[in-house]
């Protein structure tokens, strides 16, 4: 069964760092895509970023909002997906999803999400 | 930076057909994948993939498809059930930078 967890949200002021993980099992994760979704209080789902597997460099993107201060990466041998935030803003609050691809191409499997509040 | 638009809500009764667009420019070159969220902050669900692939699980009433710059998802006879936002989601020309539309909120009563 695949599994996505999620893990490490909370309460941060602004300008601070918090660092999101993503377990994952039953599926092949070397090969796996992984992406970063949130969704704001009120909001739609917005695309974070996402990094590519290892056959494909690793390649990483970001979405422009959070470029230059989020940084995405990932753990082959601990099948772990993170998500590392640093100077973060209240725009940044939201629940934080981990999502991949296993069986199609769109993100067929998600984790429950892990809220992140930036506030003082 | 690249947008999809989606119109923002869609009210249908049980057994009417629910269509939702999403234009896009990139759409011409790029697959339209759409989500089912029943609630803020739950895990989204995945009911169509690639323009008009419907995954195992998702009911026949749903269909999808995509011409020229706009992608349509069409549910045939809605349920009550099938209340929900739906979110497009694509790529850019590059097929670097995911975006997902603005939802639809689809009322089914």
């Known amino acids: 069964e695949v599994q996505l967890v999620e893990s490490g949200g909370g309460l941060v002021e602004p300008g601070g760092s918090l660092r999101l993980s993503c377990a994952a099992s039953?599926?092949?994760?070397?090969?796996?895509?992984m992406t970063w979704v949130r969704q704001a209080p009120g909001k739609g789902l917005e695309w974070v970023g996402r990094i590519k597997s290892k056959r494909r460099n690793e390649t990483i993107d970001y979405a422009a909002p959070v470029k230059g201060r989020f940084t995405i990466s990932r753990d082959d041998s601990q099948n772990m997906f993170y998500l590392q935030m640093s100077d973060l803003r209240s725009e940044d609050t939201a629940i934080y999803f981990c999502?991949?691809?296993?069986?199609?191409?769109?993100?067929?499997?998600w984790g429950q999400g892990t809220p992140v509040t930036v506030s003082s | 930076s690249y947008e999809l638009t989606q119109s923002p809500s869609v009210s249908v009764s049980p057994g009417q057909t629910a269509k939702i667009t999403c234009s896009g420019d990139a759409l011409t070159k790029k697959y339209a994948y759409w989500y089912q969220q029943k609630q803020p902050g739950q895990a989204p669900v995945l009911v169509m993939d690639e323009d008009d692939k419907r995954p195992s699980g998702i009911p026949e009433r749903f269909s999808g498809s995509s011409s020229g710059t706009v992608a349509t998802l069409i549910i045939s006879g809605a349920q009550v059930e099938d209340e929900a936002d739906y979110y497009c989601?694509?790529?850019?020309?590059?097929?670097?930078?995911?975006?997902f539309g603005g939802g639809t909120k689809v009322t089914v009563l």
């Open positions: 999502t991949t691809t296993v069986m199609v191409t769109g993100f067929d499997h």
């Open positions: 039953g599926f092949p994760f070397s090969n796996a895509w």
């Open positions: 989601f694509s790529t850019d020309r590059s097929g670097s930078l995911g975006v």
